[in-house]
């Protein structure tokens, strides 16, 4: 008796799947002016990025993923938005040199792919043996303050880094507050 029929065209479609969503993700992410889109192309990104973690069995990087990225450095940024200026000023871009900043970075893009791609299809890859471990709250904080702590600290500063940025951002929204609304005060 065969498992469910069809199941390795429903694998590869799911598989399809996440890399679409991550890849639409970083396209809406890194290809919009607005920065709330790109805050959204990158909870997207992630989500995606998180769907191919659990694919490939790994079920607690899918989590920490949708985590620390989506929940914790997305909603950061969203926050700092939020406590910026409301408006986006105009962009004054000059098109030739953002055609041709956009054409290197596609064909640096591509490079890479066809690299990455070649590598995965032609290279010799073993599998380690993975250990089964019950997944209960006291084993994976044992195992991230063990084994895992580098991973741990890395968190903390992706973390701090985002909300850096966010306070950045709302920074410079609350001074251009403060100086517009000064030239509006009446003089006493």
Same mark, same amino acid.
Request: hydrophobic share 55%.
């Given at each position: 008796?065969?498992?469910?029929?069809?199941?390795? $065209?429903?694998?590869? /479609?799911?598989?399809?799947?996440?890399?679409?969503? #991550?890849?639409?993700?970083?396209?809406?992410?890194?290809?919009t002016?607005?920065?709330?889109?790109?805050?959204?192309?990158?909870? #997207?990104?992630?989500?995606?990025?998180?769907?191919? $973690?659990?694919?490939?069995?790994?079920?607690?990087?899918?989590?920490?993923?949708?985590?620390? $990225?989506?929940?914790?450095?997305?909603?950061?940024?969203?926050? /700092?938005?939020?406590? /910026?200026?409301? =408006?986006?000023?105009?962009?004054?871009?000059?098109?030739?040199?953002?055609?041709?900043w956009?054409?290197?970075?596609?064909?640096?893009?591509?490079?890479?792919? %066809?690299?990455?791609?070649?590598?995965?299809?032609?290279?010799? %890859?073993?599998?380690?043996?993975?250990?089964? #471990? =019950?997944?209960?709250?006291?084993?994976?904080?044992?195992?991230?303050?063990t084994?895992?702590?580098?991973?741990?600290?890395?968190?903390?500063?992706?973390?701090?880094?985002?909300?850096?940025?966010?306070?950045?951002?709302?920074?410079?929204?609350?001074?251009?507050?403060? #100086?517009e609304?000064?030239?509006?005060?009446?003089?006493?």
């Amino acid at each position: 008796m065969s498992a469910f029929p069809g199941s390795p $065209y429903l694998l590869a /479609a799911i598989f399809m799947l996440f890399v679409g969503t #991550t890849v639409a993700g970083a396209l809406l992410a890194v290809g919009t002016a607005r920065i709330i889109r790109s805050v959204i192309g990158l909870a #997207t990104s992630s989500l995606g990025l998180a769907g191919l $973690y659990y694919f490939l069995n790994s079920p607690f990087l899918a989590l920490m993923q949708i985590l620390i $990225y989506v929940g914790a450095v997305c909603v950061t940024i969203i926050f /700092a938005i939020m406590l /910026a200026e409301p =408006d986006e000023p105009p962009a004054e871009r000059r098109r030739g040199l953002a055609a041709l900043w956009s054409g290197a970075a596609f064909v640096l893009a591509l490079i890479l792919f %066809w690299g990455a791609a070649r590598l995965g299809l032609s290279g010799e %890859w073993t599998t380690l043996a993975v250990r089964n #471990t =019950d997944g209960s709250v006291e084993r994976i904080g044992v195992e991230l303050l063990t084994r895992h702590s580098l991973a741990f600290e890395a968190i903390s500063v992706v973390l701090l880094a985002a909300i850096l940025g966010a306070l950045a951002i709302a920074r410079v929204g609350r001074r251009r507050e403060s #100086t517009e609304g000064s030239e509006n005060k009446p003089i006493p």
